[in-house]
């Protein structure tokens, strides 16, 4: 009478959870360009914001580069990144962003999100080098900076004492759409 069905699990994954130290700052930027921005672009918004920052390669082994010299820097989806660091200040690691392709199970489940980015090519992800407040500073902007550039939604998370749970903002002057 009873016959048993095999359990699935609810979203499959090839890779394990990513699990972060508290206070470690992490963000997605969701986007429907088809092809990634600039670094140069986002070291422009930086110095708008008040940043003067530097970029490397995700080891940091190169010596950090401001925008003379990356003419020719591209984000390359799927293949690497760049590492972006703030050359004013001496303290934290930076902050490490990559784009890879969006699936169609990527953006939270949330009304507001599917509104906001309702059919997503891109993915930038960014993660601060460590819990400073100055990587912690350069994680949010740089995230802001690119979804301004790119008419994106945001979800940044690992702020402050309470955690890691994220918040989705999809403009800076809207703030926050909903916390998850």
């Known amino acids: ?12 994954s090839d890779a394990p959870p990513v699990i972060r130290p508290r206070g470690v700052a992490f963000a997605r ?10 670094p140069v672009d986002v070291i422009d918004a930086l110095y708008a914001r008040g940043f003067t920052p530097g970029v490397t390669n995700l080891e940091a082994s190169l010596p950090a580069l401001s925008e003379v010299g990356l ?13 972006f660091v703030s050359l ?4 934290g690691s930076g902050c490490a962003v990559t784009v890879r392709p969006a699936d169609e199970h990527d953006l939270p489940d949330d009304y507001l999100a599917r509104r906001a980015v309702h059919n997503p090519r891109l993915v930038y992800v960014l993660e601060a080098g460590g ?12 995230a802001e900076s690119i979804m301004l550039l790119s008419s994106g939604l945001v979800e ?7 955690g ?12 926050k759409i909903k916390a998850l």
Not at 29 to 38: C, D, G, K, Q
Not at 71 to 83: I, K, L, M, N
Request: no cysteine; charged share 20%.
């Open 1 to 12: 009478m009873s016959e048993e069905t095999e359990v699935s699990p609810v979203a499959p």
């Open 71 to 83: 003419a020719d820097a591209h984000f390359a989806v799927s293949e690497g990144g760049w590492r």
């Open 131 to 142: 819990p400073s407040n100055s990587d912690r500073a350069l994680t949010e902007n740089i």
């Open 156 to 162: 940044i998370g690992g702020l402050g004492v309470k």
């Open 29 to 38: 930027v969701w986007t429907t360009n088809r092809e990634p921005i600039s």
């Open 164 to 175: 890691n749970r994220p918040a989705l903002h999809n403009r800076s002057w809207i703030g």
């Open 88 to 91: 004013s200040s001496s303290r």
